[in-house]
């Protein structure tokens, strides 16, 4: 497992020399999912299989995570089991591979994990990866209806706004929160009618929890940044950002790191919010 960092649930990480020992476990599946959906055939963990967050996790019709059958579906192929281990890991410090565990514990899968450091620290070490694209034994895969606990809806954000007991995290960049861009500055600015945040949102950008390498910060120094800020484990916490999978990495931190007890992800986030007749905004820019 990773080194001990203080986290309330250290088991959902692990670091390279566990994925290292586990490469030829049967009962461990790896998992690559990135921004850059071509990263996987340029070279990746032995064994790992590759999963399309635009054409395989989202439904292409609503946007909106996969539905159950779909994801019986995709994890039947990928020789996927109820009580199989995943480990996920992608570039850009694991965005959309926390997406895709908030995804699979969305539907109930027992086991995930995270790849501390991600893509990006297991080349930088120069381990071994692989243009190899893995075949496994078809499975009958049983996902559970939706946990609905840990997903937030605009409808019961609208209710909510403004509640004492509510924490907003706004974790995108702080160009974005003040209303400056529309989408990370790199990409194209698109997704929102209207730039700025959530009335009352505090902006901790998601980069924020994670060191130079990638790896996650101790529980300790992320307990200094999001308290320091009025996220505190008493409060009901809800975590956006564009589209959902930057949020996801900081619902991650909150949830399993930290142990915070209501952390919900609002996937619709500011791509919803921002094109929203009459909702409340606020803007800096």
Same mark, same amino acid.
């Given at each position: 497992?990773?080194?001990?960092?203080?986290?309330?649930?250290?088991?959902?990480?692990?670091?390279?020399?566990?994925?290292?020992?586990?490469?030829?476990?049967?009962?461990?599946?790896?998992?690559?999912?990135?921004?850059?959906?071509?990263?996987?055939?340029?070279?990746?963990?032995?064994?790992?299989?590759?999963?399309?967050?635009?054409?395989?996790?989202?439904?292409?019709?609503?946007?909106?995570?996969?539905?159950?059958?779909?994801?019986?579906?995709?994890?039947?192929?990928?020789?996927?089991?109820?009580?199989?281990?995943?480990?996920?890991?992608?570039?850009?410090?694991?965005?959309?591979?926390?997406?895709?565990?908030?995804?699979?514990?969305?539907?109930?899968?027992?086991?995930?994990?995270?790849?501390?450091?991600?893509?990006?620290?297991?080349?930088?070490?120069?381990?071994?990866?692989?243009?190899?694209?893995?075949?496994?034994?078809?499975?009958?895969?049983?996902?559970?209806?939706?946990?609905?606990?840990?997903?937030?809806?605009?409808? =019961?954000?609208?209710?909510?706004? *403004? @509640?004492?007991?509510?924490?907003?995290?706004?974790?995108?960049? $702080?160009? %974005?929160? /003040?209303?400056?861009?529309?989408?990370?500055?790199?990409?194209?600015?698109?997704?929102?009618?209207?730039?700025?945040?959530?009335?009352?949102?505090?902006?901790?950008?998601?980069?924020?929890?994670?060191?130079?390498?990638?790896?996650?910060?101790?529980?300790?120094?992320?307990?200094?940044?999001?308290?320091?800020?009025?996220?505190?484990?008493?409060?009901?916490?809800?975590?956006?950002?564009?589209?959902?999978?930057?949020?996801?990495?900081?619902?991650?931190?909150?949830?399993?790191?930290?142990?915070?007890? =209501?952390?919900?992800?609002?996937? *619709? @986030?500011?791509?919803?919010?921002?094109?929203?007749?009459?909702? $409340?905004? %606020?803007? /800096?820019?």
């Amino acid at each position: 497992m990773s080194e001990n960092k203080g986290y309330i649930h250290p088991e959902v990480l692990v670091d390279a020399d566990w994925v290292q020992a586990h490469l030829n476990d049967p009962k461990v599946r790896l998992i690559e999912v990135d921004v850059d959906n071509s990263a996987y055939e340029q070279g990746h963990i032995p064994g790992a299989v590759g999963f399309n967050w635009q054409k395989e996790l989202q439904d292409q019709l609503v946007r909106a995570p996969l539905n159950k059958k779909h994801l019986e579906d995709l994890l039947g192929r990928a020789g996927v089991s109820n009580d199989t281990t995943i480990v996920l890991y992608g570039d850009n410090n694991n965005w959309f591979a926390a997406w895709a565990l908030w995804i699979l514990k969305y539907y109930g899968h027992q086991d995930v994990r995270l790849l501390d450091g991600g893509r990006v620290k297991w080349l930088a070490d120069k381990r071994e990866i692989t243009t190899d694209v893995p075949s496994y034994p078809q499975t009958t895969y049983h996902a559970q209806e939706p946990h609905k606990e840990i997903r937030a809806l605009r409808d =019961q954000l609208l209710h909510e706004l *403004g @509640s004492p007991n509510l924490a907003l995290v706004d974790v995108r960049s $702080p160009a %974005e929160f /003040s209303g400056e861009l529309l989408a990370p500055a790199n990409i194209p600015q698109e997704g929102a009618q209207r730039g700025g945040h959530i009335p009352g949102a505090a902006n901790i950008p998601w980069s924020q929890a994670v060191r130079e390498d990638g790896t996650f910060k101790s529980a300790d120094e992320l307990r200094a940044l999001y308290q320091g800020k009025g996220v505190t484990p008493d409060k009901e916490v809800i975590a956006y950002c564009r589209i959902g999978e930057r949020s996801s990495h900081t619902w991650f931190v909150l949830n399993y790191l930290l142990g915070y007890p =209501q952390v919900r992800n609002y996937d *619709g @986030s500011w791509t919803e919010w921002g094109s929203l007749i009459e909702a $409340p905004i %606020e803007k /800096s820019a």
